[in-house]
């Protein structure tokens, strides 16, 4: 029987075959890359597994690469040398989807730097959103909010308990039919792999597996906001001495490499007021399921700290975002200066933006709802253009536009 969960991905990877000679897909171990792949693949190689393809590496790589097309690469990284003989082969033959290229860590800058236009295309893979496990109706498309088109709808109802549960399980695709217990045990393992062993792979530095841990922690604690290395720092060193600085950046970077962790850029517009931007990252997972297992978040402790679990809820609508703009071509930023924060900006390459606060409790939207609407005032709308929708995203309820204009949409409605 196929259970394979069909994805967003799936469009993405199709549209950049037609258009590049290969696809490199990246993103986190296990968020389903190679089984992705695999559905639109004619042929593979296993590099992680294949003895014998590494082998032929050393003697005649063209053998590793032939094969029926798009043929897939999968793990490339652990034969790096691999890069510049697919470069040359699409060259050579001259014509598009050639090859599948699967990666669950990021290679050294140098080793991609060569790629030719149209040679190798890039492609992010997360792990599930909520409309792709099923947990959301996809009613409010994010596309359609980038173009004004808002409709309300009946209510979604998505319960505090089932929230705590989606966000330990995680969007993980090897998950789904695991109980929530099982979920979390492979995501305590999942990390305790990370600080062992994969981060000193990324580029063959050995880190101090201790070290790494408590960093991982001081991020989950830190999870969607703007956390200074120096904090994290103070974190790693424990009681004695903060860390050096330095150190922990490279961790990031490591961690960064790894697609374990992922920066939430800050979105720079021009205002009309004198308010001074902050462009400081947020910090997130990519997935808030690692958050929790960092320090040890059941659902039920999520639910006696619903200030943690309104982070973790922001960190899970940064994911499922991230996800939704890959299908319109846009991408998810947030907004702060010198005295208020918008948690989610979406911008698409044509220009087109929307605004989204995001509140866990629906007694918290009309602050929200003040601070989206304060935000517009500042800004050069001359120069930005109008938004899409001003919205505050809220963890159940029905699906309505304010008086002011401004609309509420529960995370269970929102699809791509």
Not at 178 to 205: H, N
Not at 364 to 387: C, H, Y
Request: charged letters at 25%; hydrophobic letters at 40%.
């Amino acid at each position: 029987m196929d259970n394979y969960t069909a994805r967003i991905a799936d469009t993405e990877l199709a549209e950049r075959l037609a258009a590049a000679g290969a696809v490199l897909i990246e993103g986190p171990r296990a968020c389903g890359k190679t089984e992705t792949a695999r559905r639109i693949a004619a042929s593979s190689v296993l590099l992680d597994i294949d003895e014998n393809a590494r082998d032929a590496m050393s003697l005649d790589p063209s053998l590793v690469l032939a094969g029926k097309t798009p043929r897939l690469i999968d793990e490339w990284q652990v034969e790096p040398r691999i890069w510049n003989h697919i470069r040359r082969a699409v060259d050579q033959r001259g014509d598009s989807g050639q090859f599948i290229l699967t990666g669950s860590s990021a290679p050294a800058d140098d080793i991609t730097r060569h790629t030719g236009a149209g040679r190798i295309s890039r492609m992010r893979m997360r792990p599930l959103s909520l409309w792709e496990m099923g947990a959301s109706n996809g009613k409010v498309s994010l596309n359609g909010l980038l173009r004004g088109e808002f409709d309300g709808n009946g209510p979604t109802d998505l319960p505090a308990g089932e929230l705590a549960e989606l966000i330990c399980r995680g969007g993980w695709p090897g998950d789904l039919n695991r109980s929530v217990k099982a979920c979390q045990i492979a995501r305590v393992d999942y990390l305790d792999e990370i600080r062992r062993v994969d981060i000193s792979r990324t580029d063959g530095v050995a880190r101090d597996p201790e070290n790494v841990g408590r960093l991982l922690r001081s991020i989950a604690r830190n999870v969607a906001t703007t956390v200074s290395a120096r904090t994290l720092a103070a974190d790693v060193g424990g009681e004695d001495q903060p860390a050096d600085q330095t150190t922990v950046r490279e961790y990031l970077t490591a961690l960064s490499r790894l697609m374990v962790t992922e920066e939430h850029s800050a979105w720079s517009p021009r205002l009309r007021s004198r308010s001074i931007l902050r462009k400081s990252p947020k910090r997130h997972f990519t997935d808030p399921s690692l958050a929790a297992a960092a320090i040890g978040f059941t659902p039920n402790r999520l639910l006696k700290d619903l200030k943690y679990l309104g982070f973790l809820f922001e960190s899970m609508v940064f994911r499922d975002l991230s996800v939704y703009a890959r299908a319109c071509d846009a991408r998810v930023y947030h907004y702060q200066d010198n005295t208020l924060e918008i948690d989610m900006v979406v911008q698409n390459r044509a220009g087109d933006w929307c605004a989204l606060e995001v509140k866990l409790g629906t007694g918290q939207i009309d602050a929200a709802a003040n601070t989206l609407l304060k935000f517009r005032d500042r800004l050069d709308l001359g120069e930005v253009g109008e938004p899409g929708i001003l919205g505050v995203i809220t963890s159940s309820g029905y699906a309505y536009r304010r008086a002011d204009g401004v609309a509420v949409i529960p995370v269970g409605a929102i699809g791509p």
